[in-house]
């Protein structure tokens, strides 16, 4: 039988459509080498969450979000004693376009290609500001956008004081397997999105802390077989002021200057989270 034929038995492609197509779901899967792009899920969603808490008494907060891999994690637990608290959180998705793959067989050989392009950008960003004196809080976030990840945790702080910002940007992402047919040897794996993150930390505390953060480029079978292109974990014992800011990006394959058309200009020299989330996020 024919390979590219044949292929087409072989590759499994799962694509679910939620109802009144808010959200999907994909993934494609080599069968005879088990290659895959594995679930990738999203939404479309707008969301915009702000507010402020001020007072004496416990604390707790728990918060997780992600779609398309792109993900926020906070978990907060604060004792007795004084708290002056506010956040904002902003959240786009859109699957508007479709994704798409291809197929393509090199001439003189065996050697073959599958492509898989996915366009479902989302952007989010979370603000928040504490303020705490007390018996002990414990403070925990981290950030992630696909394989990237940034965060800061304090433990039985006695003293807090902490801004802190996060913006995540997720454009597009490509997956390519590169196969021979004969050998079934893989010669090319890849997932290459477009991404950003820029973190920033203004802290003051008394207690334990620790910033991590890491930016990595993928490999499509697991998430835990990547190169590191950057790495770096710092934990802080007593009194110390700790200020961070961290940006890290990825422009990858299929990205143009102009591919941002899901955003549209312009305020003069606009910041990226105003070219974000001022306009439509609707993809043409």
Known sequence: MEFQVRLFLLLAVLLILCEFGSCRYYQVTEGDTGWTTGVRQSSNISLDISGSAIGEGTFYRYTETDFNDVRMRERIAAAHDTLDTAERIRLIADTTNPWEYTIEKFSGGQNYRITVNESWPVAMFARRSIDYLGKGISDQDIFGNNLDYVGASYSFAKDLKMDRSCLLYLNKAWFELGMNDSTKAIYTDQFLPTKSIDYQLNSRFQGLASFKYRQAEGHTMTKERHTTTSEGL????????????????????GYLNNDDDWLVCCPTKPSLEERIFAVSYHAS
């Open 234 to 253: 710092e934990t802080y014992a007593g009194k110390f002021q700790l200020n961070r800011h961290i940006f890290m990006a990825s422009l990858n394959r």
